[in-house]
């Protein structure tokens, strides 16, 4: 959920920058100064804002627009582009690689609502299919292990503590391996809340992370704090390594920008969010979607598709051979590897007016996927002669490229057969008219 201050500035900027007659210089230093205001008032740190909107402005006014897009559409992608270079354009994935038990643990600064984090974390991974349990190696706060019970005990997850013991690290150390008698996937440890000044604390921590060496860091931003989120995350960041971000209270901060600063100081990934009170008012974090909310476009990843789609580099007169068949075993590699730079090839083929290709089994998309980082090294290890005219390559001559390449014998004639192929289907009138329609040739 996105705050509801921030997302209401962006998207009056953006309303008046699209109603704007033209997207010239004018109006597109317009719409930099209002996503500045936007970011500030949210508390977003002041030199990330600085750094944000000048590459929004250089993009902006210096890329070229790629054939059949609007400048306004190019202006809206590069927005778009510049918030996800922070938090990313993709769902952070939770996985514990195949460790059993996974450790997390959990850190925060005192106020951030990490116990409570903790517990909505265990109740959201169990409900995705994992085994659970928590350590409370929280020693300073009063009830820290109570309230963990309190809240997990009717959801069967186990919680280990001690309550009248201080040592941090010997609760931690038991309770992973108690717990771990009970062939749990993920072992989450909370741990007391630090300040960035509290140097006895933060000593601790690293002395937890020796003891019990934790598969992933977690750090718990309260998302109310605005600017401090990034001071916070920095101080953390230099003393344990930051893997990953859980930001609180994101339904009632009007400063939840501040998420943006701990991303950047840390270069973590922000990969759940809490939206409410309740245990499970807890969701994986998907950044396109808080963009999109964001800047109020619902459809922008599909604008981002079209645009980088549009940006595919193909030159009129390459383009003119490929719709001919005149084209070299290299122009055909080198077009796929930059269709690969797009993204997933079942999102770019989905953008094709070719029919069924958005339906292709998923292990044939991993397949071709593969087969272009393949065909690429193969490409590398031929000669000139052999790239502009691979008939001539040979059983001898298979076996030199194929080991030259890292692959077999039989990839290297795969390419080799899927060129000619390719040449041959160009030849196909349908096929020559949609592709013309596709790229505006």
């Known amino acids: 959920m996105v705050a509801s201050q921030l997302a209401k500035t962006f998207k009056d900027v953006l309303s008046r920058f699209l109603a704007s007659p033209s997207a010239d210089r004018q109006a597109v230093e317009e719409l930099v100064r209002g996503i500045q205001r936007a970011l500030l008032?949210?508390?977003?740190?002041?030199?990330?804002?600085?750094?944000?909107?000048?590459?929004i402005r250089e993009r902006s006014l210096s890329e070229k627009l790629p054939p059949g897009v609007s400048r306004?559409?190019?202006?809206?992608?590069?927005?778009?582009?510049?918030?996800?270079?922070?938090?990313?354009?993709?769902?952070?994935k939770f996985s514990t690689g195949g460790k059993k038990p996974y450790i997390i643990m959990l850190l925060?600064?005192?106020?951030?609502?990490?116990?409570?984090?903790?517990?909505?974390?265990?109740?959201?991974?169990?409900?995705?299919?994992?085994?659970?349990?928590?350590v409370c190696a929280d020693t300073y706060r009063p009830g820290a292990f109570q309230q963990l019970q309190q809240l997990l005990a009717p959801r069967d997850i186990p919680v280990y503590?001690?309550?009248?013991?201080?040592?941090?690290?010997?609760?931690?150390?038991?309770?992973?391996?108690?717990?771990?008698?009970?062939?749990?996937?993920?072992?989450?440890?909370?741990?007391?809340?630090?300040?960035?000044?509290?140097?006895?604390?933060?000593e601790e921590m690293k002395m937890l992370e020796k003891a019990i060496?934790?598969?992933?860091?977690?750090?718990v931003i309260d998302g109310t704090i605005g600017q401090q989120a990034g001071v916070h995350a920095k101080s953390f960041h230099e003393n344990t390594r930051v893997g990953s971000i859980i930001v609180t209270k994101l339904d009632t901060s009007a400063?939840?920008?501040?998420?943006?600063?701990?991303?950047?100081?840390?270069?973590?990934?922000?990969?759940?969010?809490?939206?409410?009170?309740?245990?499970?008012?807890?969701?994986?974090?998907?950044?396109?979607g808080y963009i999109a909310s964001l800047l109020g476009v619902p459809d922008i990843e599909s604008l981002v598709e079209r645009v980088k789609l549009a940006e595919l580099e193909v030159s009129e007169e390459k383009a003119k051979a490929l719709l001919s068949g005149r084209f070299t075993l290299e122009d055909m590699v080198n077009q796929l590897?930059?269709?690969?730079?797009?993204?997933?090839?079942?999102?770019?083929?989905?953008?094709?007016?070719?029919?069924?290709?958005?339906?292709?089994?998923e292990e044939e998309l991993e397949k071709a996927e593969e087969r272009i980082k393949k065909w690429s090294a193969i490409i590398q290890s031929m000669t000139a002669e052999e790239k502009s005219n691979p008939q001539i390559v040979d059983d001898s001559r298979a076996r030199r490229i194929a080991r030259g390449a890292g692959v077999s014998e039989?990839?290297?004639?795969?390419?080799?057969?899927n060129y000619q192929l390719s040449r041959k289907m160009m030849k196909d009138r349908r096929l020559r008219h949609v592709l013309r329609q596709t790229k505006g040739i």
């Open 161 to 202: 503590g001690e309550p009248d013991s201080k040592d941090s690290v010997a609760i931690a150390v038991k309770g992973i391996r108690e717990l771990a008698a009970h062939d749990l996937d993920v072992v989450i440890i909370d741990t007391a809340g630090r300040h960035k000044e509290q140097s006895t604390l933060m």
């Open 108 to 134: 925060g600064i005192q106020g951030a609502g990490k116990t409570t984090t903790a517990a909505k974390l265990a109740n959201y991974l169990k409900k995705n299919g994992f085994k659970v349990g928590v």
């Open 72 to 92: 306004k559409d190019a202006v809206l992608k590069i927005v778009y582009e510049e918030l996800a270079s922070l938090l990313g354009s993709r769902p952070p």
């Open 255 to 288: 400063k939840g920008g501040g998420a943006l600063s701990a991303v950047s100081a840390t270069g973590a990934q922000i990969k759940f969010i809490g939206v409410g009170e309740a245990l499970e008012d807890f969701e994986a974090f998907n950044p396109s």
């Open 337 to 361: 590897r930059e269709m690969k730079k797009l993204g997933p090839l079942r999102k770019i083929l989905s953008k094709l007016p070719l029919p069924g290709m958005a339906d292709l089994p």
């Open 410 to 417: 039989r990839d290297v004639k795969e390419l080799i057969r």
């Open 213 to 219: 060496k934790p598969d992933e860091n977690l750090l």
């Open 41 to 55: 008032v949210s508390d977003v740190n002041v030199e990330l804002v600085s750094r944000l909107s000048d590459r």
